[in-house]
């Protein structure tokens, strides 16, 4: 069910995501997390943050435009189904459509640290590590204890 939703460019249930996310943090016993890709509407947002009772410390967001974002995923070999023009075009109206709200809803928090994913990618590793550097994590501290 999740690969043939994938394959149409579709979001995955939220209960179905959620119930997947919470037991990879369970599992990993960690107070930090990654997740990629997720919350990918208002409804997965509201969602989760309810069920779990977590709220994310800020929002990584790879500010890309489609040509470029076309241009790498078709160019990336990984033999997935969701790698072809049409799919890669369906997902970029389901992000402005749906993903885009929510990285609306946490900007007005002052929780979306942006990349701008248009550089070379090496410069947007960079970018990543720099964020999630202690240094970067001791300055947002900081900052955010003199408000």
Known sequence: MI?????????VPSEVTIKLLQKAIQENGNDKFLIDGFPRNEENRAAFEKVT??????????DCPEEEMEKRLLGRNQGREDDNIETIRKRFKVFLESSLPVIQYYEAKGKVRKINAAKPIE???EEVKTIFSPEAEKVKINSCSIL
């Open 53 to 62: 009772e977590i709220e994310p410390k800020f929002v990584l967001f790879f």
């Open 3 to 11: 690969q043939n939703m994938i394959k149409e460019g579709k979001i």
């Open 123 to 125: 410069a947007v590793f």
